[in-house]
T-cell receptor, first 115, second 112 residues
Framework: AAGVIQSPRHLIKEKRETATLKCYPI?????VYWYQQGPGQDPQFLISFYEKMQSDKGSIPDRFSAQQFSDYHSELNMSSLELGDSALYFC??????????????FGSGTRLTVV | AQSVTQLGSHVSVSEGALVLLRCNYSSSVPPYLFWYVQYPNQGLQLLLKYTSAATLVKGINGFEAEFKKSETSFHLTKPSAHMSDAAEYFCAVSDRLNDMRFGAGTRLTVKP
C-alpha cells in the first residue's frame, strides 16, 4: 500500500541557507501535518493543512512557512537556517472523514543537518 | 489543551518479561489516544489506538493498552518482551481532528 512519501531523506545545509522539504500524502488523504523531532526529543507539532488551507499552527518559527498544493502535497520552507533547526522532520497525513480519530500515517522523515 | 506524560524515559526488561510503559493524559474532552513505536532512524509506526470503543485495545506485535478514565491512563503492555521490541515508544493524544500531541517518549531496552 502507498505510504506517505517525504523527500529528501537527508539534507545538509549551512547556517543562513534555505531548505525545502516535501511531503506527498497517501492518496485521498486531505490533511497534512508537519512535526519536528530534535535529537532525543519527542515530535513537536509545527503546522497542519486541510484542503490546501492552514488548519492549525503549533510551534513553527516565523522563519518557516508551509503550504499545501492542489494535488495535496505539502512543502515546508525553512529560511535563515540555524544550528538548532537540525532535526528529523516528519510529515503525516490523514483523511478528515476517517483519519483524525484513527491516527495519522507518518512518513519516514527528512533528516536535516545544519552545519 | 491536551497533553500526555510518559513516566520513565528509559525502561529495561529481560527477554520474555512483561513490558509496561506508562502514559497519563490530560484532556478537556474525551480523548483519542495512541501509541507509536519508532525504530532508529525510522518514522513513527502506529501500534494501537483508542477511539472511545472498547477500553482494552489490542495492537500489533502483541501489544495492548487499557484506557482507564478514572486514572487518566493509557498504559502499554506486552506479556513477553522480544529482542525486536527494543525501540522508542511514544504515547499521543488528540481531542479533535487536528493537532496530535506526543509524550516525551520511553526508550525500551530488552536484555537477552
Amino acid at each position: 500500500a502507498a505510504g506517505v512519501i517525504q523527500s529528501p531523506r537527508h539534507l545538509i545545509k549551512e547556517k543562513r541557507e534555505t531548505a525545502t522539504l516535501k511531503c506527498y500524502p497517501i492518496p485521498r488523504h486531505d490533511t497534512v501535518y508537519w512535526y519536528q523531532q530534535g535529537p532525543g526529543q519527542d515530535p513537536q507539532f509545527l503546522i497542519s493543512f486541510y484542503e490546501k488551507m492552514q488548519s492549525d499552527k503549533g510551534s513553527i518559527p516565523d522563519r518557516f512557512s508551509a503550504q499545501q498544493f492542489s494535488d495535496y502535497h505539502s512543502e515546508l520552507n525553512m529560511s535563515s537556517l540555524e544550528l538548532g533547526d537540525s532535526a528529523l522532520y516528519f510529515c503525516a497525513s490523514s483523511n478528515s472523514r476517517t483519519g483524525g480519530p484513527y491516527g495519522y500515517t507518518f512518513g519516514s522523515g527528512t533528516r536535516l543537518t545544519v552545519v | 489543551a491536551q497533553s500526555v506524560t510518559q513516566l520513565g524515559s528509559h525502561v529495561s526488561v529481560s527477554e520474555g518479561a512483561l513490558v509496561l510503559l506508562r502514559c497519563n493524559y490530560s484532556s478537556s474532552v474525551p480523548p483519542y489516544l495512541f501509541w507509536y513505536v519508532q525504530y532508529p532512524n525510522q518514522g513513527l509506526q502506529l501500534l494501537l489506538k483508542y477511539t472511545s470503543a472498547a477500553t482494552l485495545v489490542k495492537g500489533i506485535n502483541g501489544f495492548e493498552a487499557e484506557f482507564k478514565k478514572s486514572e487518566t491512563s493509557f498504559h502499554l503492555t506486552k506479556p513477553s518482551a522480544h529482542m525486536s521490541d527494543a525501540a522508542e515508544y511514544f504515547c499521543a493524544v488528540s481531542d479533535r481532528l487536528n493537532d496530535m500531541r506526543f509524550g516525551a517518549g520511553t526508550r525500551l531496552t530488552v536484555k537477552p
